[in-house]
T-cell receptor, first 112, second 117 residues
Framework: DQQVKQNSPSLSVQEGRISILNCDYT??????FLWYKKYPAEGPTFLIS?????DKNEDGRFTVFLNKSAKHLSLHIVPSQPGDSAVYFC???????????FGTGTRLTIIP | GAVVSQHPSWVICKSGTSVKIECRSL??????MFWYRQFPKQSLMLMAT?????????EQGVEKDKFLINHASLTLSTLTVTSAHPEDSSFYIC?????????????FGPGTRLTVL
């Protein structure tokens, strides 16, 4: 049972435009969400997180939006840069819990 | 800060042998370390949670006698794949959470690619 889903396995975006990566979850107990970026043969790197008491968190070019009623979150990257090309994983947990549940990932390709 | 290393980065072994993978937190003390496994084009699957000085907690379906985890200190956890078989070939990633952190943020190692012939 995949509790965290990223339905788009891949996404291509023109450099300078906005990249929007989506993530859906089914477990209503999740209250803390994270986005990780992963290059091939490397471990994931933390990007940005959001707790369920917020609906938006921004850090530079990265913004995460959370829609609790829809159990949906999205990561916006603007403007997109070639170095953003990677696989992006969303992850979910209960705040204070140790375990992360990961989505299946979306491969983002930025076209120069 | 918050650097996690893994050694080796890749290993090829014969079927039936055992392989040890080390995970170290280089600049912080990790009360908890996690071991994940990733198959190609799939998500990271949590295998076990390792707490310093106590037994690891394994996820459902993970054989604890096959995947031995030892968290000997606040900076080192090891995963030993015993009697490895070709189906154990995978990308193994560890992560660590530092003392005092209550959020879900974990710092990941670079991963170890295991190929069992």
């Amino acid at each position: 049972d995949q509790q965290v889903k990223q339905n788009s396995p891949s996404l291509s975006v023109q450099e300078g435009r906005i990249s929007i990566l989506n993530c859906d979850y089914t477990n209503s107990m999740f209250d803390y969400f994270l986005w990780y970026k992963k290059y091939p043969a490397e471990g994931p790197t933390f990007l940005i997180s959001i707790s369920s008491i917020k609906d938006k968190n921004e850090d530079g070019r990265f913004t995460v939006f959370l829609n609790k009623s829809a159990k949906h979150l999205s990561l916006h990257i603007v403007p997109s840069q070639p170095g953003d090309s990677a696989v992006y994983f969303c992850a979910a947990t209960n705040f204070g819990n140790e375990k992360l549940t990961f989505g299946t990932g979306t491969r983002l390709t930025i076209i120069p | 800060g918050a650097v996690v290393s893994q050694h080796p980065s890749w290993v090829i072994c014969k079927s039936g042998t055992s392989v040890k993978i080390e995970c170290r937190s280089l600049d912080f003390q990790a009360t908890t370390m996690f071991w994940y496994r990733q198959f190609p084009k799939q998500s990271l699957m949590l295998m076990a949670t390792s707490n310093e000085g106590s037994k690891a907690t394994y996820e459902q379906g993970v054989e604890k006698d096959k995947f031995l985890i030892n968290h000997a200190s606040l900076t080192l956890s090891t995963l030993t794949v015993t009697s490895a078989h070709p189906e154990d070939s995978s990308f193994y990633i560890c992560s660590a959470r530092s003392e005092g952190r209550t959020g879900g943020e974990q710092f990941f190692g670079p991963g170890t690619r295991l190929t069992v012939l």
